[in-house]
């Protein structure tokens, strides 16, 4: 099974940019297609990008479309949202998630291996 680990969460203004990192071990990457998730205080945890295996194929929600950036480099065993154009409500506790099948509409359910989360909190 996978291990993943988060990083790169901070403290930053509206309209700022963040990069986070999902670090993989025990498995290689390309065995996965990868995820973005974020939970907010209160909320459910809710799915904000993914990329499938090769890289070729990313899904983004619509609350981040244009802003964020989802991208993985196998040879690193990495995987990155690059955030952009950061809003307060984007607000919350970041993880990264792994799944061995891809859908079309994309299955959020189908994810796990869940890392420990990476806290990003965005100033107005």
């Known amino acids: 099974q996978v291990q993943l680990v988060e990083s790169g969460g901070g403290l930053v203004q509206a309209g700022g940019s963040l990069r986070l990192s999902c670090a993989a071990s025990g498995r290689t990457l390309s065995s996965y297609h990868m995820g973005w998730f974020r939970q907010a205080p209160g909320k459910e945890r809710d799915i904000v990008a993914a990329v499938n295996w090769s890289g070729g194929t990313t899904y983004y929600a619509d609350s981040v479309k244009g802003r964020f950036i989802i991208s993985r480099d196998n040879a690193k065993n990495t995987v990155y949202l690059q955030m952009n154009s950061l809003r307060p409500e984007d607000t919350a506790v970041y993880y990264c998630?792994?799944?061995?099948?891809?859908?079309?509409?994309?299955?959020?359910?189908?994810?796990?291996?869940w890392g420990q989360g990476t806290q990003v909190t965005v100033s107005s």
């Open positions: 998630a792994a799944a061995t099948i891809w859908t079309t509409p994309l299955n959020p359910f189908l994810f796990g291996s």
